[in-house]
């Protein structure tokens, strides 16, 4: 069974701080992970990939590989209200199929 | 780019009738398209896998007569849910693959809200 675990939360953080999500694997031979925030009734959007052992930078957002400890994580620098949301770690499985993890709800405070 | 619709967005219907949810991606042709449906406060589980021009794959535990999936061409795939029940009212959402090298990304829809009376 190959599973993704996260955190539920809620993660809460003040405005501006630094948001540190976190996510594990089951399935060793994954390739490729993807991070994905969900706002309330919405339909997930993708935020980053990353494949490559290290980080991986895009304007406020690292996301973070250790393929060894079979973990990903996601930072969010500057943290604004509007991150506010939940965001799903997704583990794509050889045969090309996303596996999600059960979302960890971030809330940022003004 | 690489616009995925569903339609429609939300629907109501009576038990024990069979509602029909399109997916389209817009501007590319999909290798694949897969169905999810999430559940309140639950993460994405996947349904089934389909591939234009053959049946479908379903996942385990999801029923393939209850849930009719027909992938008639490179940009649209449809979702029968057919004599549902209020146990299948739950946000079910579409996405379509773009082959891209070594990711194979999904591009998911706005979602569909079904909700069985």
């Known amino acids: 069974q190959k599973e993704v675990e996260q955190n539920s939360g809620p993660l809460s953080v003040p405005e501006g701080a630094i948001a540190s999500l976190n996510c594990t694997y089951s399935?060793?031979?994954?390739?490729?992970f993807f991070w994905y925030r969900q706002y309330s009734g919405k339909s997930p959007e993708l935020i980053m990939f990353i494949y490559s052992n290290g980080d991986k930078e895009d304007g406020r957002f690292t996301a973070q590989l250790n393929k060894a400890s079979q973990y990903v994580s996601l930072l969010i620098r500057d943290s604004q209200p509007s991150d506010s949301a939940t965001y799903l770690c997704?583990?794509?499985?050889?045969?090309?199929?996303?596996?999600f993890g059960s979302g960890t709800r971030l809330l940022v405070r003004p | 780019g690489a616009v995925v619709s569903q339609h429609p967005s939300w629907v109501i219907c009576k038990s024990g009738t069979s509602v029909k949810i399109e997916c389209r991606s817009l501007?590319?042709?999909?290798?694949?398209m897969f169905w999810y449906r999430q559940f309140p406060k639950q993460s994405l589980m996947l349904m089934a896998t389909?591939?234009?021009?053959?049946?479908?794959?379903?996942e385990q535990g999801v029923e393939k007569d209850k849930f009719l999936i027909n992938h008639a061409s490179l940009t649209l795939s449809t979702l029968t849910v057919t004599s549902a029940h209020p146990e299948d009212s739950s946000f079910y959402i579409c996405?379509?693959?773009?082959?891209?090298?070594?990711?194979?990304?999904?591009?998911f829809g706005p979602g569909t809200r079904l909700t069985v009376l």
């Open positions: 501007d590319f042709q999909a290798t694949t």
């Open positions: 997704a583990v794509m499985d050889s045969s090309y199929k996303l596996i």
């Open positions: 399935d060793r031979g994954s390739q490729s």
């Open positions: 996405s379509a693959s773009l082959a891209s090298g070594r990711f194979n990304e999904q591009f």
């Open positions: 389909s591939n234009e021009g053959s049946k479908a794959t379903y």
